[in-house]
């Protein structure tokens, strides 16, 4: 017998996202292999956070489909996760976004053990075990008892990363994570995302940072106008792209 291909991890087909009379989205099919470290990128108003807050389940959609390791878990016109499995598919997808959105009122600690606690109905010491070595892992091991507003940007991003892993996602969506930080704390940042691509981690990653870009991506999308312009390897699309949009957006911006 013939080997078969993997079986896809992520399968997005004919994605259509208006807002109004607005057309954000205009049919996106994508296809991700496990392992694969996806880098979108692309102007402004492009589409990139619509897409991966569609991929996470935070928005109805007005056509197609997504699938996560062969279940279907969102479909056009339904509301974000409706169903149960929705609901299960959806929680096996973290996501962190450019403004940090941790838990104002409780500590790093509590910020990481509450869904595992909540959701999962994991017991709390189990739960403080994982916080504290993921943590300590990340840098962050001095911190637990920190409030949020005691942290710098840099360190709210990776309390944040660390907080989507405690619930062991299959598949990471990365929005811009580092464009709110003053550079020095960037590269903190962008060094604890590395560390989970050498672990294969599945990721889709927007950013406008040219050195992450290329240190972390397999394949980068270039998206524009609601559609993938030009999808490949990092050297071709962003070393010698096919597309005169692509050209021309990487020339003015990296
Ligand atoms: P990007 O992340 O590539 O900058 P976005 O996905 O944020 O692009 O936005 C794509 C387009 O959708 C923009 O024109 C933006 O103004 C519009 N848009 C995004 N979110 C909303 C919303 N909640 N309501 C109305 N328009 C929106
Ligand atoms: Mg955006």
Same mark, same amino acid.
């Given at each position: 017998m013939r080997d078969q291909p993997a079986a896809p991890l992520v399968s997005a087909s004919g994605l259509q996202k208006s807002y109004g009379a607005l057309k954000v989205l205009k049919g996106i099919d994508l296809t991700m292999k496990p392992g694969e470290r996806l880098v979108v990128i692309g102007p402004? =108003? =492009? =589409?990139k956070s619509t897409l991966l807050r569609v991929m996470m389940g935070l928005e109805t959609i007005n056509g197609g489909s997504v699938t996560l390791a062969g279940k279907p878990y969102i479909r056009a016109g339904a509301t974000p996760a409706r169903t149960v499995i929705d609901i299960a598919v959806r929680r096996s997808i973290g996501m962190v976004f450019q403004h940090y959105t941790l838990f104002p009122h409780l500590n790093v600690m509590q910020n990481l053990i509450l869904a595992p606690c909540k959701v999962r109905g994991e017991k709390k010491a189990k739960a403080s075990e994982r916080a504290a070595a993921l943590l300590s892992r990340f840098g962050l091991g001095e911190k637990l008892a920190a409030y949020p507003s005691q942290l710098s940007g840099g360190q709210k991003q990776r309390v944040a990363i660390a907080r989507a892993l405690m619930l062991d996602p299959k598949l990471m969506l990365f929005d811009e994570v580092t464009s709110a930080l003053d550079p020095e704390l960037v590269g903190e940042v962008e060094q604890v995302i590395l560390q989970l691509a050498k672990q294969d981690m599945p990721m889709m990653i927007v950013t406008h940072d040219m050195w992450f870009a290329k240190n972390i991506a397999s394949r980068v999308l270039f998206c524009a106008g609601g559609v993938i312009v030009e999808d490949g390897p990092p050297e071709q699309v962003l070393g010698s792209p096919k597309e005169e949009r692509t050209r021309d957006f990487i020339d003015r911006v990296f």
């Open positions: 402004s =108003g =492009g =589409g």
